[in-house]
């Protein structure tokens, strides 16, 4: 029986464009899971990092409830344990925090326990927890997901992203909950916009299988979500733009926001001046923000 385990797990960006609540890549950002076996029964939790929450938010923890989801499902009493988690993806900024706390407390509980659930059933945990499986699944299984709900059940493709695709991310000093970004979009849209998401969603899923980037490039267009968003986001569109003239093949929204991320192709060399370029666009708009240069991870969740 396992005493103790460590976990990381991927920060992602969902949506991709036109994938609404559909698509999801993992990046190499990682929080980590450190879970152990402790004396007695108590639950203890300590975070550390950015963003973290106080120690006594123990309830409310995303990773603790997502464990003890594991414990219940198995049959195994929840006691006796210690959580510690190591944050390195920033919260309310469209990364894919809370799908990576989720997914944390599921595989680090499983593992612990022996690995008695298969992934596909951690994914249908993850999901009743976090509501939809966009985030979810590539932080699980890394790489490109695309994934769906039928009769109550998820279906998720893997694809692993050409190896020359990565994203540089522009990361804003604010948040903005992804509850609130739902909140502006329209209850009815057009057919004209339906197929044009269908359109490009397709695309992109052949983009991702052939390994085509002028493919991806062409599919990376949206007329579901992001529009509406961009109002959300101070100086959001100045940003893009920068980031598409200074060389990115494809710019949008991370998730709901308000992380705007810029795909690259690394042979081009480009990174730097796109990471500057979408800077100084936000710091033109009178925004603080950080940017960071995102590997693809092909990985997903896993000991570390």
């Known amino acids: 029986m396992l005493q103790e385990v460590n976990i990381r ?16 890549m993992a990046f190499a950002m990682y929080n980590t899971v450190a879970l152990k076996r402790i004396p007695g029964h108590a639950i203890r939790l300590e975070n550390v990092g950015e963003h973290t929450k106080t120690m006594e938010q123990v309830k409310e923890n995303l990773t603790i409830r997502a464990a003890r989801l594991v414990f219940d499902t198995v049959g195994e009493p929840f006691a006796g344990l210690e959580f510690k988690t190591y944050n390195v993806i920033p919260v309310s900024r469209g990364l894919g925090s809370s799908s990576a706390g989720i997914v944390g407390g599921l595989v680090a509980a499983n593992r612990l326990l022996g690995d008695p659930l298969a992934k596909t059933q951690l994914l249908e945990l993850a999901v009743a927890l976090e509501g939809h499986s966009d985030n979810v699944a ?3 299984y890394g790489g490109f997901v695309s994934s769906c709900q039928r009769d109550g059940k998820t279906v998720a493709l893997k694809l692993t992203p050409p190896p020359q695709l990565a994203a540089v991310a522009a990361i804003p000093d604010f948040y903005l909950s992804t509850s ?25 899923v052949g ?7 002028e493919l991806f490039a062409a599919a990376f267009d949206d007329r579901l979500h992001q529009e509406q968003r961009y109002r959300l986001i101070k100086g959001a569109k100045r940003v893009l733009r920068a980031a598409r003239n200074a060389g990115a093949i494809a710019a949008g929204l991370s998730g709901a926001g308000p992380t705007l991320i810029a795909f690259i192709d690394t042979r081009d060399d480009r990174a730097e001046q796109i990471k500057k370029a979408m800077r100084r666009a936000w710091e033109f708009a009178g925004v603080t923000a950080r940017t960071v240069l995102l590997e693809q991870d092909n990985q997903g969740a896993q000991d570390c």
Not at 11 to 16: E, L, Q, R, S, V
Not at 192 to 197: C, I, K, L, S
Not at 207 to 213: F, H, I, P, S, V
């Open 207 to 213: 983009a991702m299988a052939t390994g085509d980037l």
């Open 180 to 204: 609130k970004a739902r909140k502006i979009l329209p209850a009815e849209v057009s057919r004209a916009d339906a197929v044009h998401n269908i359109q490009c969603a397709s695309m992109m």
């Open 138 to 140: 590539p932080a699980l």
């Open 9 to 24: 797990v991927p920060a992602t960006t969902a949506n991709m464009g036109a994938g609404f609540d559909t698509f999801g």
